[in-house]
């Protein structure tokens, strides 16, 4: 039997049969890699032209089946994703795991710093506006799909999701990865894409750069004290793209890695191999 018979059988009998045989079915023709938990990056396969839903909105598929999908920081632990074929349709509950983010307290900081001037905060909405546009640029891409590479040395010193209380105030959550490592020190693309924004001086992200993987993902990287690239450049894992900095609101030279599934924002840390 080939395989799209196979699939056309799974999706009938799936209509009859209990949840855990639908999800075996499911499995045996769609794989989805990743770690199912709040924060995630997931790559899947499923057969081509197959149209898939994520908690009832449409997931982009590839021409070869291909598709991914990401969740949030506090992302909510039960989904639905549901994949039609023709007349069938087969629904799955995604289940994430949660997660614990660090918190720590900063008292003492002063009202300078956390009631930003007017001019500053307009500064700070049109930076915010240009990334928005940046991030929206779609591409077909699949470079996602790569096992990605740490984009520089360095001591971690700070992740994905963990949240400062300045003066008991609880701030933003912090969204991406800190690898500390000297001004000047290399940044190399942590997979393929294609660059879609390089601006030296944001007002909180000082220089900044951000690389399309593909189909909604994107890596953005902060701090920069220097680029090597320019908009529509196209980029291969392990290429010099800019140079640590300190640039913007930092409290020392680092590079803060981020990454985006459309206006998700989910953790790099949990593409990468540990260190
Ligand atoms: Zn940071």
Redesign the pocket.
Known sequence: MNKMNSLLLALSLATSASVAAEERQLTQFTSLKGEFTQGALLVGKTRPNTVITLNDKKVAVADNGTFVIGFGRDAKLENQLSFTFGEQTLNRDLLLNKRKYRESRVNGISKKITNPNPKNVARAQKDAKQVRAARAIWSDGQHFAQNFIWPAPGRIS?VYGSVRYYNGKMGRP?Y?V?MASPIGTPVVAPADGIVRLYVPDMFYSGGTLIIDHGMGVSSTF??LSKGHVKAGDKVKQGDLIAEIGNTGRSTGP?L?WRMNWNNQRVDPQLLVPKR
């Open positions: 700070g912090h991406g800190d902060l701090h680092h803060d």
